[in-house]
């Protein structure tokens, strides 16, 4: 299938083609038309699939339709500020031949001027739910005219805490509404929430729950745990990996492993919840920008990273919450490349190594290093030598479509 074939316009199939896009992805083959129909839609898939151009493409058609109001018709609610402003930059990309005003609100920016750009008009705004909340009680945002309502990463913004703030939000809006729900598991909470909200939505479900993305070789090496950074460094530089972005359990931690590496001669920053947005910004525009080798993360950056071709993601600490290891490695082997996730596994962490492989349905080729064998017990998963590049967890590689076919936004 092609993008001409989902009813888009000329336009935008030009917008998606000077990207070098001309092949949808699965979720946005489906997604598309579901959303050009009109109806509510509950959807699944896994990371880096291009979930956010399967409803950033339609919306676009239908804004192009009628004409603007000045107050916001399209209403995306995000987990995280990165991903909000990814949004905003997907709009602009393949809305570019529209005048359209869309912008972005969300906390860690003076709110003045955000209350600025909100009297000028805008027509698509994207909005974490706290800094929302802040515009509603001020009165300083109208969405007496939204006529859709996009909860992008559902599951997430739950995971933090949102669900008041959407409750709140969602039921401050008067009149029909499409309302678009994505989310990489439908669980629980986020069942609930579409059975309140959604009315006869329809369902795309593409992504088994806790699946792995399949364009990610995965492997574990064994170290122990003040080893860590040494073995890290001797990886980055002995096997030339190019960038990486590591996650680390603390901020911290991120703070600290970065100025390790960079006495280790490894470009590197940090990226967390206590840097200013300034800060962030700035840090990823770097990476992005091949600037600095290794970004350093906490879970923030785990949901709404979109970098190009990432090579390879590094689970330091493995992450407390199962679920969240697969959100992490989907930063990488988006858009049908290839990546790779390695994650470095202290004798502490073995329980959380077996929690992770339960929810990815398969074993991680695990080994050590002939340099940084531990001496911690519990090693006998282990074999001498490195990962075999071959191996692959979460059901594989898989065929990965073709590169740069596929819009990853």
């Known amino acids: 299938m092609s993008f001409s074939e989902l009813g888009l316009s000329a336009d935008i ?14 979720i946005q083959a489906q997604a598309i038309p579901a959303v050009l129909s009109g109806s509510d839609v509950m959807a699944t898939a896994q990371t880096g699939t291009g979930k956010t151009a399967a409803f950033t493409l339609p919306l676009l058609q239908k804004l192009g339709e009628n004409r603007s109001s000045g107050k916001p018709r399209v209403l995306v609610l995000t987990p995280t500020r990165e991903l909000a402003g990814q949004v905003v930059d997907s709009v602009a990309t393949y809305g570019g031949h529209m005048r359209l005003r869309t912008t972005a609100v969300y906390g860690g920016m003076p709110i003045g001027k955000q209350i600025g750009t909100l009297k000028k008009g805008v ?14 009680e001020r009165g300083t945002v109208d969405l007496s005219q939204v006529e859709t309502v996009v909860l992008d990463e559902a599951d997430r913004m739950l995971d933090m805490g949102f669900i008041q703030p959407i409750e709140r939000i969602l039921a401050s809006l008067r009149g029909r509404r499409q309302t678009l729900l994505f989310s990489a598991t439908f669980n629980g909470p986020v069942r609930k929430l579409a059975e309140r909200f959604l009315s006869d939505p329809q369902r795309i479900e593409l992504a088994t729950p806790g699946g792995a993305t399949d364009n990610v070789e995965q492997a574990a090496y064994l170290v122990d745990g003040n080893r860590k950074r040494a073995l890290l460094s001797h990886l980055m530089s002995e096997e030339e990996w190019g960038q990486v972005l590591v996650f680390t359990r603390t901020k911290r931690g991120a703070d600290k492993l970065a100025e390790q590496l960079e006495r280790d001669g490894i470009s590197s920053t940090a990226i967390h919840g206590d840097k200013t947005q300034g800060a962030r910004t700035k840090a990823l525009s770097a990476f992005k920008r091949s600037s600095v080798q290794a970004l350093v993360a906490t879970d923030v950056a785990a949901r709404g990273l979109d970098i190009d071709r990432l090579p390879h993601v590094v689970n330091y600490d493995l992450p407390d919450n199962a679920d969240d290891y697969v959100h992490r490695i989907g930063r990488t082997g988006r858009a049908g490349a290839q990546g790779r996730a390695v994650s470095l596994v202290s004798g502490d962490e073995r329980n959380q190594l077996s929690a992770i492989e339960r929810v990815v349905k398969d074993r991680i080729p695990t080994t050590t290093h002939e340099a940084f064998v531990p001496t911690q017990t519990g090693a006998n998963r282990s074999k001498q030598g490195g990962p075999n590049r071959g191996s692959k967890g979460g059901g594989g590689r898989g065929n990965g479509g073709n590169r740069g076919q596929r819009p990853n936004r």
């Open 123 to 136: 027509d698509v705004l994207v909005a974490t739910p706290g800094r929302l909340i802040d515009h509603l």
């Open 13 to 26: 199939l030009s917008a998606v083609a000077s990207q070098g896009y001309s092949e949808p992805t699965s």
